[in-house]
């Protein structure tokens, strides 16, 4: 039972990694941490560029298991 579960969880998330940064820290902090990130193979989000048509920032939120932001 805690397989289908977990699957079911798994199968549920788009993103392992939202974030969302504002200021200056977009650009430099955030875009290194998103880099390195993908360069380990996490599915992260970035709120400035990841939406897809169809997409809404509320279902990136919710689809993913973590969530980095500043406010």
Excluded: P, Q
């Amino acid at each position: 039972m805690a397989d289908h579960d977990e699957e079911s969880c798994s199968s549920y998330f788009i993103y392992d990694v939202f974030l969302s940064f504002r200021g200056f820290t977009r650009y430099g902090f955030t875009d290194r941490l998103y880099h390195a990130l993908c360069e380990r193979g996490i599915t992260t989000f970035r709120d400035d560029e990841n939406l897809r048509v169809g997409d809404t920032l509320l279902e990136a939120i919710e689809r993913s298991k973590y969530h980095l932001t500043e406010n």
